[in-house]
């Protein structure tokens, strides 16, 4: 089974500041990699497939990078309704697919 | 639109079984793989099971193996959960899940999710 590690575990910014999330796997992905917006009360969103690919309707702002086993997700300008749990998620050995364990963007 | 809609959720006492549902509209559901993925309150995201689109392939995470049952109905546009034996930690919100065309495991569309109570 595939563990992600993502940090830091709570993120403090300000609107318009620029977040960087990360994700590290406990193997090589091959960039089949996916990223997640969960906020309160709702469920997850999908922002990013494989590693870079923004999914329908994600702004711009948000950006996946990386390789191999390790992943980053970047708000370039933070905006009021960016401040949400990020979660990455593996589909690159299943069963199972695999989460991290969450990353709080939490306005500072 | 996509629209995804669980129900079933409910209080259930530990050993005892529920069955989940999704209704699914907006798109052909006979054309794409689905899944559960559970979240125990104030935790993380677990995937629960995966079927494929023509009920062929069927897979679970080993912590439901054996006594969850995931089943669907193409023609009635429905996904199933059926969970027996159920445990204090089966305690969640379900959430039925749509497989992103052409990228299997990637997670397009989510529904709102069905709360699960295992309590005595």
């Known amino acids: 089974e595939v563990v992600l590690t993502q940090s830091p575990a709570t993120l403090s910014l300000s609107p318009g500041e620029r977040a960087t999330l990360s994700c590290r796997a406990s193997?090589?992905?091959?960039?089949?990699l996916v990223w997640y917006q969960q906020k309160p009360g709702q469920a997850p969103r999908l922002l990013i497939y494989?590693?870079?690919n923004r999914a329908t309707g994600i702004p711009a702002r948000f950006s996946g990078s990386g390789s191999g086993t390790d992943y980053t997700l970047t708000i370039s300008s933070l905006e009021p309704e960016d401040f949400a749990v990020y979660y990455c998620?593996?589909?690159?050995?299943?069963?199972?697919?695999?989460f991290g364990q969450g990353t709080k963007v939490e306005i500072k | 639109e996509v629209q995804l809609v669980e129900s079933g959720g409910t209080l259930v006492e530990p050993g005892g079984s529920l069955r989940l549902s999704c209704a699914a509209s907006?798109?052909?559901?006979?054309?794409?793989?689905m899944n559960w993925v559970r979240q125990a309150p104030g935790k993380g995201l677990e995937w629960v099971s995966y079927?494929?689109?023509?009920?062929?392939?069927?897979y679970y995470a080993n912590s439901v193996r054996g006594r969850f049952t995931v089943s669907r109905d193409n023609a009635g546009d429905s996904l199933f959960l059926h969970m027996t034996s159920l445990r204090v930690e089966d305690t969640a919100v379900y959430y039925c899940?749509?497989?992103?065309?052409?990228?299997?495991?990637?997670?397009?569309?989510w529904g709102k999710g069905t709360l699960v109570a295992v309590s005595s």
């Open positions: 899940v749509r497989d992103k065309l052409g990228f299997t495991g990637s997670f397009d569309h």
């Open positions: 907006g798109f052909t559901l006979s054309s794409y793989s």
């Open positions: 079927i494929s689109s023509s009920g062929s392939n069927i």
């Open positions: 193997q090589n992905l091959d960039n089949y």
């Open positions: 494989d590693a870079s």
């Open positions: 998620q593996q589909r690159r050995v299943w069963p199972p697919w695999t």
